[in-house]
């Protein structure tokens, strides 16, 4: 908005403003803990918020012009300082404030402090504040500054020991993997090597190591990380340090777990013959049976193979078969109705199959079981 524009705008309406009054932004980030008002009813916890910003930041050096939500969780308050504006005694409040919310509100905050200026520059300062909170890496239940933001170079993207991470990997050590993690990350946050744009590369080159890490097991990785949990915390994970912990803990500890549940052959054959058995009119692609347990089709038949014996092909016809017997034997159900019923519409190719397991065609057996 031109400067014009807004003394038009206090002469209209006439505001108690002047050009050269002096306002000070506050951008606040609100983090709800998981189960609490701000996840169950975010209305009733966005009138909780407002009641404790407003008691928190009551000074007589300044006053609230509005606090308003530009995008969920991210509230900004405009401040009107009467007298010379003092970010120390702001940094106070934020730091008084951030308790009163893990308290009151069941959430964590941080505060990012706009640099104070004339109405007149107002646009600018906003500019750059909410800037410094779209590129800011943030730790929570701490407070930001424009000024410092203001002095530092782009972060570099300097990637972690990734040869070490994937050895701690294959050694089945997920905590130290972890753990080296965090310590990068909070190294690279101690010396402000650390924005979004770093932490995305950080975070793609993490979730390809895990994923690679998987491939050579045999496990679609594509698969395994699939519904609400993941989309939620991968959505989060650059919201803060914390975020990027949660996230990185979950892809980790999914990795390790199903890595310990494919290495017992036993449970997954028993899980896919299971499947069969009870799915056994349905389209079963080698694909198909692999989705259910994120594996590899290649790797899911070998491993069938190994285990009992026979081919998985196989395996779906003898099941099948049998269940064709049993309808023939138990119902009066059509032979063409039984091959539909067992997964197969082309009636010939069943009864070639049929003759091949049992000896005697779908009408033969019939017969003979009625005897």
Request: net charge neutral; hydrophobic share 35%.
């Amino acid at each position: 908005m031109k400067l014009a524009d807004i003394a038009h705008s206090i002469e209209e309406q006439n505001l108690p403003y002047r050009m050269t009054d002096n306002f000070q932004p506050l951008l606040i980030n609100i983090f709800p803990y998981n189960g609490s008002l701000g996840q169950a009813d975010k209305g009733l916890f966005d009138f909780a918020l407002l009641n404790v910003l407003y008691e928190s930041f009551q000074n007589p050096g300044f006053s609230i012009e509005t606090i308003l939500e530009y995008k969920p969780y991210n509230w900004v308050a405009i401040l009107k300082w009467s007298c010379s504006p003092d970010s120390q005694t702001l940094g106070e409040l934020c730091s008084a404030f951030i308790p009163k919310a893990n308290q009151y509100l069941k959430a964590d905050a941080c505060c990012n402090i706009a640099l104070p200026g004339r109405l007149e520059n107002i646009s600018p300062i906003v500019k750059q504040l909410l800037n410094m909170n779209e590129e800011i890496v943030k730790c929570r239940n701490q407070t930001f500054y424009v000024e410092s933001f203001n002095r530092h170079h782009k972060a570099d993207y300097v990637p972690p020991n990734l040869s070490r991470l994937e050895e701690l990997l294959n050694q089945n050590r997920p905590d130290a993997f972890l753990n080296e993690t965090t310590q990068y990350l909070k190294a690279n946050l101690n010396h402000q090597a650390l924005d979004i744009s770093v932490l995305s590369l950080f975070r793609l080159d993490i979730v390809q190591l895990v994923y690679s890490f998987l491939k050579t097991k045999g496990i679609q990785a594509h698969k395994l990380y699939t519904g609400r949990m993941n989309d939620q915390l991968l959505a989060h994970s650059l919201n803060s340090v914390e975020d990027m912990e949660e996230y990185l803990k979950y892809l980790v500890n999914t990795a390790m777990e199903y890595r310990d549940f494919a290495e017992q052959p036993k449970s997954i054959v028993e899980q896919i013959k299971q499947y069969i058995h009870t799915h056994c009119g349905d389209d079963l692609t080698r694909n198909h049976l692999a989705e259910i347990v994120y594996l590899n089709p290649d790797y899911l038949a070998r491993l069938f193979k190994k285990e009992t014996g026979v081919s998985l092909g196989s395996y779906i016809i003898q099941v099948r078969i049998a269940a064709a017997k049993h309808l023939l034997e138990t119902t009066r159900m059509s032979i063409y109705e039984v091959a539909k019923k067992v997964g197969y519409a082309n009636y010939s190719y069943f009864s070639k199959l049929f003759k091949q397991e049992v000896g005697l065609s779908p009408n033969e057996y019939k017969r003979g079981s009625k005897l």
